[in-house]
């Protein structure tokens, strides 16, 4: 295909929702076979048509979004704890990984580097591990839980870690997601939910 056909059929996609392809989706687009893709991939991203994310995952340049790319990495996993927390306004500091929660083993690394930065996937079980319904991204109050989980996993207290902030919206809401975790974690939200002494 030349350049400009990419062009307008990625922007097709972008209307479409569609931020990322793999190899395989491209190759059928294109109606090649996957070497001679691979050349075409590669002269694609130089011109700057086409971004690679991650390994065999394509896009157009800046146009995805972490919450975007996760499920390529692993089908199983969502983005939760700091930059969950972040994403929702209730940090301050801007997380250099992407925490992500998932039920299966990687036989790879648990540790992605992609273009957006380093994912890391952290194997748990239920209860804990809880997808969120129609999203890649924790709600906060998950988020905060699984955050303080990890905090505690790593004998590190969540409050020497990162500034909290916007915690009054889930003091009024219900505590669901605290059936799911120790009790440790529980004490632990419980202490960072309570109001500031004025």
């Not at 050349?39 to 390994?55: D, H, P």
């Not at 690394?109 to 991204?137: C, E, M, N």
């Amino acid at each position: 295909m030349k350049t400009l056909k990419w062009q307008q059929y990625l922007e097709e996609q972008l209307v479409q929702e569609k931020k990322l392809f793999t190899v395989a989706e491209l190759a059928n687009v294109a109606a090649t076979s996957h070497h001679a893709l691979n050349v075409e991939l590669e002269r694609l991203t130089k011109r700057g048509v086409l971004a690679k994310y991650a390994r065999g995952v394509y896009g157009a340049p800046n146009k995805a979004a972490p919450a975007d790319l996760v499920r390529y990495l692993d089908a199983h996993a969502y983005i939760t704890s700091d930059y969950a927390l972040f994403h929702h306004g209730m940090i301050t500091q801007v997380p250099k990984t992407f925490t992500c929660f998932t039920d299966r083993r990687h036989n790879r690394s648990r540790l992605r580097k992609t273009s957006l930065g380093r994912f890391v996937f952290v194997t748990v079980k239920k209860p804990i591990y809880a997808p969120p319904a129609g999203a890649l991204i924790a709600p906060g109050e998950q988020a905060l839980y699984d955050f303080v989980y990890l905090m505690r996993r790593q004998g590190v207290n969540p409050k020497n870690v990162v500034t909290f902030r916007n915690l009054n919206n889930l003091r009024q809401q219900s505590k669901d997601y605290a059936l799911h975790y120790p009790t440790s974690v529980k004490k632990d939200v419980t202490d960072l939910l309570k109001p500031a002494k004025e």
